[in-house]
């Protein structure tokens, strides 16, 4: 990879990381450095109690990223069922999206002060509690209702789940977990639209959220019992950061959520006041005596493009999932659950690949990962793009899907090594709220951007139109990719040594 030894100075102008064998820290780390009170002691955790930390938060955040995807596929049977219309259709799939976004910073703010593997029970409580009144909704508006609480549940599961695993495996031995976190994780990718595609072909539909319930509950008590206590550095809350980073997040998602159906000053006007307030965050970060996100983590190359390719990186992927299950039914003609099951070789590499790319991260650092990834997901949708059309086959898609999830697995255990890694263990709480929070806007982002391109160049009229605009959506994609390639340039080769 070495051609993507960028010279240029990316995000406050980092001159690289330095390694020595000394006991000192390296420049990056030092400038890093934030005055805050020491950092409480964590016991060493055990090899077993590690497995069990690697499961518990990676069952979880199948949980929560599964519950995302499958509510999108299963829409038919809901309206069915509750008589929604579409404008609250719409509104059972943002509805989680938006508060998920907007409570991330929060949660991981709050299990820094309160103790993350308490927070992280909480979130997994009040997910599983939404989902029991998703599950007995007996109408649209009680079913939105539940879908609000389930994303507030979701936002503090997603960043504690990856503080929690940060805390308990050694820098060493964090690609490899994350490897296996992802992995996980990613089984939501296949069986999101096998299990939307089978309520819809006959299965009642609350069984999507009743299955949460018990899990949900057996994931409590695990952590409870399985899972060692650890705090954050700062127990005091930023309350003006907390609602300037709400305010943002609100803004900048819910007139994301509003491009296809509201005008152009309907979706404008939400995102320029949300990124007022993210500048009035930013502002306020700098005076704060404790900020709830220090922003010397920025000074850090890794962190800050680590940050800026996991935006990149859901919203191309995201953006994609979107439009992938619809042009199997739209274009091709499939049913739901066919069309669930034509995604499985995409999905399944989000399975298989991470545990591999987490092994050989440790190895040869973060940076080939991310741009090679990111590079065969942006080839896949051109690929996509170019054999795309009423009359193609499934088959002829079978290899550039393979090619794509392949590329998203490669990456995503990269970026999360780099970000937590950046951060080291006295911000690792601070730093998965940061990471959790620009996954949740770069998807928001790149469904917008998406269907927009989709609007623009075809629409729902035809098999025909399906497809051109279906074809601008992948091209896009690509597009969203190769952002993610750039700022992957910025990575530095090397892992800093952890003070």
């Known amino acids: 990879m070495r051609g993507c030894r960028c010279k240029h100075r990316f995000l406050s102008g980092s001159r690289g990381v330095q390694l020595s064998a000394a006991p000192q820290p390296s420049r990056e780390e030092s400038r890093v450095r934030v005055e805050t009170p020491p950092t409480p002691a964590v016991p060493e955790v055990g090899a077993a109690k590690r497995r069990w930390v690697l499961a518990i938060t990676s069952v979880a955040s199948m949980m929560v990223v599964l519950d995302a995807l499958v509510v999108a596929t299963a829409l038919t049977a809901i309206k069915a069922g509750t008589g929604a219309s579409v404008a609250e259709l719409e509104w059972t799939v943002n509805a ?59 936002a503090f599961v997603m960043p504690l789940a990856l503080a929690l695993l940060g805390a308990a495996f050694p820098p060493e031995l964090r690609p490899k977990a994350l490897g296996v976190f992802a992995s996980v994780s990613g089984l939501a990718v296949p069986l999101g639209p096998l299990l939307g595609g089978a309520v819809v072909a006959g299965i009642s539909w609350p069984w999507i959220f009743w ?23 700062d127990r005091a ?44 965050f930013v502002v306020w970060q700098r005076r704060a005596a404790h900020p709830m996100l220090p922003l010397g983590l920025f000074r850090s190359r890794r962190f ?42 995409w999905g399944l590499t989000t399975v298989v690949v991470p545990q591999l790319a987490g092994r050989l991260v440790g190895r040869f ?21 170019a054999v795309a059309g009423p009359a193609s086959t499934y088959w002829a898609l079978v290899a550039p899907l393979v ?78 990719a190769a952002a993610g390639v750039l700022a992957g340039c910025f990575v530095p080769r090397r892992e800093p040594k952890e003070n």
């Open 365 to 385: 650092g973060e940076r080939p990962f991310i741009v090679a990834g990111l590079g065969l997901h942006g080839l896949a949708m051109l690929w996509i793009a």
């Open 211 to 233: 299955i949460n319930v018990p899990v949900g509950a057996v994931l409590a008590v695990l952590a409870l019992t399985r899972v060692e206590e650890s705090h954050g550095p």
């Open 96 to 154: 989680y999206g938006l508060s998920f976004a907007v409570l991330l910073m929060t949660a991981a703010a709050a299990g820094d002060r309160w103790g993350r593997r308490r927070v992280f029970v909480a979130g997994v409580s009040v997910f599983a509690l939404a989902s029991l009144v998703c599950a007995v909704a007996p109408d649209a508006g009680t079913l939105i209702a539940g879908r609000v609480l389930q994303g507030a549940g979701a």
């Open 237 to 280: 809350l930023d309350v003006p950061g907390l609602l300037l980073a709400g305010a943002g997040s609100f803004g900048v998602v819910w007139g994301l959520a509003q491009v296809g159906t509201a005008s152009w000053v309907g979706v404008a006007g939400p995102v320029v006041a949300g990124l007022a307030a993210f500048g009035g």
């Open 403 to 480: 090619l794509s999830g392949t590329g998203i697995a490669m990456c995503l255990p990269a970026v999360q090594s780099a970000v937590l890694t950046s951060a080291g263990p006295r911000f690792l709480g601070k730093a998965s709220g940061a990471f959790s929070a620009m996954r949740q806007l770069g998807g928001a982002f790149g469904v917008a951007v998406l269907v927009a391109g989709f609007s623009l160049a075809g629409g729902y009229a035809s098999p025909h139109a399906f497809t051109g605009g279906f074809t601008a959506a992948v091209v896009l994609s690509a597009v969203l």
């Open 304 to 345: 800050s493009a680590g940050n800026a390719v996991i935006f990149f990186h859901w919203a191309s992927a995201l953006g994609a999932t979107f439009f992938m299950a619809q042009f199997l039914q739209e274009g091709l003609g499939y049913g739901p659950l066919a069309a669930g099951a034509g995604l499985a070789p």
